[in-house]
């Protein structure tokens, strides 16, 4: 099973509002990713958990906060966000240290769109 | 120096005929190869890799080719298909902390393939 589980599929939300986008796998994998994808355009790494520790932030705003509850579960809490900040957010997962046989594995990913 | 490189950004392929996509990247510490497949609505699926030691890799009607001195690798996407329209995106890994790999993708190139 390769499968990376993104909740919800979809989201609107208002500039006020406070939502969080799930992601979840069971691979055992223990790097897991989030990247946001503006049409037709390539995915842009946003953070990166290793371990359940937060290891890479690619100076996201603060309005993008990621939580990993545990090595399975991947949440990403949105606050206060701008309409610029519609796109697709992707969730992905691998295993570290695998090297040059590293594979991300990616999810099916949230439409969010921001009123 | 994290850029990768990709053209063309479309392409138009009539059925049976040979796809061709290109990427050049400039850091030397990137160390697999991945290309993803991405069909509308969907999250980025991996369709082949390869590592820099090795010139060529064939899995099935997809065959990467990889020229390290010049730091270029291409798709081929031989007897194209109709099922084998979608966006294809090039990318390059690099280990980070903790054992976790950043993807740096191409810009993408929509793929058509006509019946």
């Known amino acids: 099973d390769t499968e990376v589980t993104q909740t919800p599929k979809h989201l609107v939300m208002g500039m006020t509002n406070k939502k969080s986008l799930k992601c979840e796998q069971h691979m055992g994998h223990r790097a897991m990713y989030w990247y946001k994808q503006k049409a037709k355009k390539p995915p842009e790494l946003m953070f990166v958990?290793?371990?359940?520790?937060?290891?890479i932030n690619e100076s996201v705003p603060s309005r993008f906060s990621p939580e990993c509850p545990n090595s399975s579960l991947l949440n990403l809490h949105l606050h206060a966000l701008q309409p610029e900040d519609s796109a697709l957010y992707l969730c992905?997962?691998?295993?570290?240290?695998?090297?040059?046989?590293?594979?991300?594995?990616f999810g099916a990913g949230t439409r969010l769109s921001v009123l | 120096q994290q850029q990768v490189k990709q053209s063309p950004q479309s392409l138009i392929v009539q059925k049976g005929g040979i796809s061709i996509i290109n990427c050049a990247y400039e850091?030397?510490?990137?160390?697999?190869f991945p290309w993803y497949q991405q069909f509308p609505g969907k999250g980025p699926a991996l369709l082949i890799a390869i590592r820099p030691d090795v010139s060529e890799k064939k899995e099935g009607r997809f065959t990467i080719s990889f020229n390290k001195s010049a730091k270029q690798f291409s798709l081929h996407i031989m007897d194209s298909q109709p099922g084998d329209s979608a966006t294809y995106f090039c990318a390059a890994s690099m280990s980070m902390r903790q054992g976790a790999q950043k993807l740096v993708f191409g810009q993408g190139t929509r793929l058509t393939i006509n019946p």
């Open positions: 958990y290793s371990y359940e520790k937060l290891s």
């Open positions: 850091n030397t510490a990137f160390d697999y």
């Open positions: 992905a997962s691998s295993q570290p240290w695998a090297g040059a046989k590293n594979i991300q594995y």
